[in-house]
């Protein structure tokens, strides 16, 4: 007796009535691409701020625009003192000239390294010109900063003489109790800084005070 073939049975479709039909997931959405290809600021919607900033990378630490001013002046007199004090103690140089290089650095340093991160960071525009003693962007203002970083500095090494001095009870022949390292110079001069610029912004208002109470008795 001849085997058996085992029955060969029709395998119904695999797409039975009631499954969802996936072919128009992968129909391209011409119209979106075409909008998405010619967006521009014309085109698109406006967009609220406190919504761009929910997308935005960075650290989630809020600081407030007074905060990171201070900073930013504290972190680039400690690396003004860091690279240019610390780095030519070791050489020969007259205290004069000392102060000399040290200002102009640091004048050139605020000029082209501050107040640009100020501009950067900024908001709006000019939401960091009072921290800036001269906040225009004209060549001409390169020269004033560096002549008003020299009035720092010497004001930082004054107080540093007046500390050393009371620290030795007034004798002038004590050796240094306090050195320069880049914290505390910084320090000592973003307060000096921050001290002019009230007195600037102080002038300021009573200039215009003084203007008001002309224009309003002519």
């Known amino acids: 007796m001849g085997k058996k073939h085992p029955e060969i049975r029709k395998q ?27 967006a521009n600021e014309e085109n698109s919607p406006p967009v609220p701020a406190a919504e761009l900033r929910k997308y935005r990378s960075g650290p989630k630490i809020k600081m407030s625009d007074w905060v990171k001013a201070i900073l930013i002046k504290l972190w680039i007199a400690g690396m003004i003192c860091y690279f240019f004090i610390w780095g030519i103690s070791t050489i020969a140089i007259n205290p004069w000239d000392q102060l000399l290089v040290i200002g102009i650095t640091l004048g050139l340093a605020t000029n082209l390294m501050t107040n640009n991160i100020y501009r950067f960071i900024a908001k709006t525009p000019g939401a960091y ?20 970083a020299i009035l720092l500095t010497a004001c930082t090494i004054m107080t540093y003489n007046g500390i050393n001095l009371l620290a030795a009870g007034g004798n002038e022949q004590a050796g240094a109790a306090v050195g320069v390292e880049p914290i505390l110079f910084g320090i000592i001069v973003t307060a ?12 300021g208002r009573i200039l215009a005070d003084a203007k008001q109470k002309v224009s309003a008795g002519s």
Not at 28 to 34: G, I, P, R, S, T
Not at 129 to 148: A, E, N, Q, S, T
Not at 192 to 203: E, P, Q, T
Request: hydrophobic share 40%.
């Open 12 to 38: 119904s479709p695999r797409n039975p009535e009631g499954e969802k039909d996936t072919s128009a997931y992968y129909q391209l959405k011409k119209q979106a691409v075409e909008d998405l290809a010619t």
């Open 192 to 203: 000096w800084d921050l001290l002019f610029l009230g007195c600037k912004r102080l002038a």
């Open 129 to 148: 010109d009072r921290w800036m003693m001269f906040p225009g962007k004209k060549l001409y203002f390169l020269p004033l900063d560096v002549v008003y």
